[in-house]
């Protein structure tokens, strides 16, 4: 047990500090897998009552299902990017094509952990088994007793069956983990299948050569981590600039006086840049030339967000 729970906490600890897509999707889906089998153990626990056992096998896979695609889109940086852009421009500059790669991207990554969640639970079957062995049908067994109905079918999960029910019971628990786990391979087929095509579809859309899309996406990441980085440093700068003028000095260590040396802060930046930076981008071309992100647009002094007669808009939504 102590291994499983460290375990998670350092899946939590790369989940946060992971910027590849593909390394994040796997993460997020390895520790939806943990955090299914510690439900399964300590959590779930099924009524073995009539309609009770189907609204609570429904919610054991529905309602977890439901809070870990809220928290992805929580967590996606582009759903903030949505918000910032509604805010402050509107969605007027996006056709209908852009819009709906948008929110697709979204919903993808955050579909990642609900549909692992429904995956496991379907394969273990406890869920599935526990919602539909009332619904079972006692004419399907064979010579089934004719004085027990479905509140006795209900007790099935918890194995709290008279003794000349067993071998019915297994044979009920047989078919019903043979139909749920039917149907996590299905979703899993899927779900491959959806992803598939939509990596086609991508690189068969794009404007841009597979190299040139590597070269894309390598500059967004090292633009996010270093203005991350830079943030974090000019933001303890100016605090330590402020500190001092309110108290007249300033107690930083070795590593920060020598930042303060380093990297004289004189201002701070306006709002109108901030916006600028903030939002929603499709990659656009200039003149010809590339603009990457809304840094490298606002750097090279392009303004507006819609396409113009100097400019060549490409929709196609950065991942």
């Known amino acids: 047990m102590a291994a499983l729970i460290a375990e998670n ?7 946060f500090k992971s910027k590849d897509v593909m390394i994040f999707n796997g993460l997020v889906a390895l520790g939806t897998v943990g955090s299914e089998e510690l439900f399964s153990v300590f959590a779930f626990n099924c009524p073995c009552s009539p309609a009770r056992n189907y609204i609570y096998g429904l919610a054991a896979i529905g309602v977890p299902a439901l809070a870990l695609f809220l ?14 852009e509604c805010h402050k421009r509107g969605t007027k500059n996006f056709s209908t094509a852009a819009t709906f790669l948008l929110f697709g991207s ?18 273990r079957g406890e869920a599935y088994i526990c919602a539909l062995s009332e619904f079972v049908r006692p004419s399907s067994l064979d010579k089934f007793p004719a004085e027990y109905g479905a509140e006795v079918l209900a007790r099935f999960p918890c194995k709290d069956v ?29 779900v491959a299948v959806l992803v598939f095509l939509t990596k086609c579809l991508k690189h068969c859309c794009s404007p841009l050569s597979y190299r040139q899309e590597s070269y894309w996406g390598q500059y967004r990441s090292n633009e996010d981590k270093l203005f991350r980085r830079t943030a974090e440093v000019h933001s303890r700068i100016l605090a330590a600039k402020n ?77």
Do not use: C
């Open 9 to 15: 906490f350092r899946f939590l600890s790369l989940f």
């Open 71 to 84: 928290i992805g889109v929580i967590w996606n940086n582009h759903t903030w990017n949505v918000v910032a």
């Open 106 to 123: 979204i919903m993808g990554r955050a579909a990642v952990a609900p549909v692992t969640w429904s995956v496991i639970s379907l394969l």
């Open 162 to 190: 008279p003794a000349n029910l067993t071998k019915y019971r297994e044979d009920v628990t047989r078919r019903l983990r043979y139909e749920s786990q039917l149907f996590g391979w299905l979703l899993i087929g899927i």
């Open 243 to 319: 500190v001092k003028q309110f108290f007249g000095f300033v107690a930083l260590d070795k590593e920060e006086k020598e930042l303060v040396q380093e990297f004289p802060v004189e201002g701070v930046q306006p709002s109108p840049q901030w916006n600028a930076i903030t939002g929603v981008y499709i990659y656009r071309e200039n003149k010809g030339f590339p603009l990457y992100s809304r840094l490298h647009k606002w750097a090279k002094g392009v303004e507006g967000n819609g396409p113009s007669p100097e400019g060549h808009e490409m929709l196609f939504l950065a991942s």
